[in-house]
């Protein structure tokens, strides 16, 4: 990762926030997304990087229209990106018999259709490059189905599909993808998860501290990405059982 360009999305805490410290221990040069930029601050001034090599771009990224945009401020900045990881999502808690279709909507407009358009708005420059690698964040609810979270499900469950097509379509351009299904992370994703009407759940799940740490998962994902792997599982089948 050393001197490399790594865009994390999702920055502003969890996984992404853990991601951070840890690819800049790493060497990396970082462009640090998410909505909240006071938070996003805060990480990148805990990385100890300087202002040089680290880059607070906030974005929301349902917002589809100003993907270009974005991907021409880091190429002004930089001037390359070497690594995208996409890791920026929201879950539910609601059962299908309760929840509304606009959740269903709201779900995949930020995990599925935000995650395809920036691959899309940064493709064309890592296939002029020759090199690039996108690191996604699925969950094991991308390979599974898992109660009171169909929508989240499905929307993970779509990553898989898209980004599965897409290693073979730019193998041999010698770009790269890993898709990554963390188990139970200790992070506040409950906080944020959407509830049937759509409104936030705003409780913390009550087995939130049997997770995985998230700094040790950012550690088990870089060692993933840097030995090439394809797709990795993280936090372990143990904390499955917390899900089910
Ligand atoms: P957090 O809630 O801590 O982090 C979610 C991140 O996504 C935040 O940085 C948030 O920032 C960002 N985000 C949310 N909405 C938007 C948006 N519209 N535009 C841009 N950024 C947005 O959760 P985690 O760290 O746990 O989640 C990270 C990833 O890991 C997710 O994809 C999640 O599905 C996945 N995952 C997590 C697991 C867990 O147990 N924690 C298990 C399996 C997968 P902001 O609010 O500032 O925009």
């Not at 490399?4 to 410290?21: C, D, F, Y």
């Not at 606009?102 to 899309?120: I, K, S």
């Not at 790269?176 to 998860?193: E, F, K, N």
Request: net charge positive; glycine share 10%.
């Amino acid at each position: 990762m050393n001197n490399k360009v790594v865009w994390i999305t999702g920055a502003s805490s969890g996984i992404g926030e853990a991601l951070a410290l840890e690819l800049a221990r790493r060497g990396a040069r970082l462009v640090l997304s998410a909505r909240r930029e006071d938070e996003l601050r805060r990480v990148a001034n805990a990385t100890n990087l300087p202002p040089t090599h680290v880059l607070v771009l906030p974005l929301d990224m349902t917002d589809l229209s100003g993907m270009a945009g974005h991907v021409q401020t880091v190429l002004d900045h930089f001037g390359q990106i070497d690594y995208v990881f996409q890791n920026a999502g929201i879950t539910q808690r609601g059962s299908v018999a309760e929840t509304q279709l606009p959740v269903y909507r709201q779900l995949m407009e930020l995990n599925y259709f935000g995650v395809v358009a920036l691959t899309q708005a940064v493709l064309p420059h890592m296939l002029r490059r020759g090199q690039g690698h996108f690191v996604v964040t699925s969950s094991v609810a991308g390979k599974i189905g898992t109660k009171q979270r169909s929508g989240y499900c499905a929307s993970k469950h779509a990553l898989h599909g898209f980004f599965d097509a897409l290693r073979a379509e730019i193998a041999e351009a010698g770009l790269r993808v890993t898709t990554i299904c963390p188990g139970y992370i200790r992070t506040p994703i409950s906080l944020h998860a959407l509830d049937a009407q759509g409104q936030k759940h705003a409780r913390m799940d009550a087995n939130q501290d049997k997770g995985m740490d998230p700094a040790e998962c950012a550690r088990q994902i870089c060692q993933a990405v840097a030995r090439g792997r394809d797709e990795v599982y993280v936090g372990g089948i143990e904390t499955l059982g917390i899900y089910l």
